[in-house]
Nanobody
């Protein structure tokens, strides 16, 4: 399976921003739909955002609330998640994942390949 490598997590204060990156093997983001999920301790994995291979985006409205933006750079084969106005409840491990085109974007079972995750911690 293609290796997905997340980076960009860290510890920030509420109101600050972070940009997560997910580096994928060459052309992966041109062939697959890519998603960001997160999982907080004791909670189920939660859909955050997805971007199709053609660039259409889908968001978890309750989670993103206009604060998060997903994007990709086909030349760099990298997917990004820009997170602004972070809140303590955004604290979680964030994962990127790849899915076959046409699979439901918000469903974890659609994704067959996952990165190792990057920790985001937001303090109040």
């Amino acid at each position: 399976q293609a290796q997905l490598v997340e980076s960009g997590g860290g510890m920030v204060q509420a109101g600050e921003s972070l940009r997560l990156s997910c580096k994928t093997p060459a052309r992966t983001v041109m062939w697959y739909n890519m998603g960001w999920f997160r999982q907080a301790p004791g909670k189920e994995r939660e859909f955050v955002a997805a971007i199709s291979r053609t660039g259409s985006t889908t968001y978890n409205v309750d989670t993103a609330k206009g604060r998060f933006t997903i994007s990709k750079d086909d030349r760099k084969s990298t997917v990004y998640l820009q997170m602004n106005s972070l809140l303590p409840e955004d604290t979680a491990v964030y994962y990127c994942a790849a899915a076959q085109p046409g699979a439901p974007a918000a469903v974890p079972e659609s994704y067959s390949n996952w990165g190792q995750g990057t920790q985001v911690t937001v303090s109040s």
